[in-house]
Every structure is written in structure tokens, then in C-alpha cells.
């Protein structure tokens, strides 16, 4: 029963904004070896916790600009932000296609904090990006930083003799 206490932190840590998969895939890791339990399985466990944080954010802050949308004082000031960037983004992807869903991919697929899909999903909305283009780049991106983090996982494991 302890064991699994462990998975479960696992699955949260890796949905939390700092941490995301970069911590939780290592203790899921961590749980794996010691409960004999397959790493691809704990792995795809955290990937789809992960993965679910991108329509979670994206949920969140449709509703929250929504109802911040009624507030004068945010409406005036962030109303005319999002309007500015969206222009500004609108030339952008004329001049540069999917190069922008590309560079999404790679910021998100860094696995250094601050990097993971809450970055990229907040990052999206503001320049007003194609939402389904955007969910495609982050989740590839987490796939990116998930193989980079079980392969060095497993590296340090192995390197170290922790197993």
C-alpha cells in the first residue's frame, strides 16, 4: 500500500506547474524498480497525467479570461494586450508557418523547469496560437522531455548502481 502512495505523489507531482514530469517521472521511475512494476507502463502513466495538464490550462484559462473579461480594470489592460499580440502573431505565422509550432515543441520538450506544457499551454493562448496546432506541439513536447527524462533516469540508475 505505501508503494502505490508513491505512484500517486508521482502522477500529482508531474501535473503540478513547476514540477510536471521532469520530477514525477523520476520517482515513478524510482516506484517501478522497486515494486517490479514495467517502467514503460509507469512512464505512460505520468506521459498521460502530463498530457492531461494541457487541456486542463487550456480549460482554466478560457474560463478565467472569460470571467476576468467582466472586471473593467482587466478588460482595459489585458483586453488590449491580447489584441496587440494576436496582430503581431497573425503576421508572424503568414511569414513563418509551422516553424512557430516547431520552436513551441522544442521550448516545451527542454526539461528544465518552467519549460513543460503549463509554459507552453500559457504561452499558446497569449499569442492566440491554433489551439489544436498548439495541444499537438506541447504534447509532442512532452513526449520529448518524457524520453530525455527516462533516458537520463535510467543513465543515472545505471551509472550509480541504484537499482
Not at 13 to 21: A, D, G, N
Not at 75 to 96: H, N, P, Y
Request: aromatic share 10%.
Amino acid at each position: 500500500m505505501a508503494n502505490i502512495v508513491q505512484l500517486i505523489w508521482a502522477i500529482i507531482i508531474s501535473m503540478l506547474p513547476v514540477t510536471e514530469l521532469r520530477i514525477g517521472l523520476p520517482l515513478a521511475i524510482g516506484y517501478a524498480i522497486k515494486t517490479g512494476v514495467p517502467i514503460l507502463l509507469v512512464f505512460s502513466i505520468i506521459l498521460l497525467a502530463n498530457l492531461l495538464v494541457i487541456f486542463l490550462v487550456f480549460l482554466f484559462l478560457d474560463y478565467a479570461h472569460k470571467h476576468l473579461m467582466k472586471i473593467k480594470a482587466y478588460k482595459t489592460a489585458f483586453g488590449f494586450l491580447l489584441k496587440r499580440t494576436q496582430k503581431k502573431v497573425d503576421k508572424i505565422e503568414k511569414k513563418r508557418g509551422i516553424y512557430g509550432y516547431i520552436a513551441l515543441m522544442l521550448f516545451v520538450g527542454i526539461p528544465l523547469p518552467a519549460t513543460g506544457a503549463w509554459t507552453g499551454c500559457l504561452i499558446a493562448w497569449i499569442l492566440g496560437l491554433d489551439r489544436k496546432k498548439s495541444i499537438w506541439a506541447i504534447s509532442l513536447g512532452v513526449l520529448i522531455a518524457g524520453v530525455l527524462i527516462l533516458a537520463g533516469t535510467l543513465g543515472v540508475i545505471k551509472i550509480f548502481g541504484l537499482s
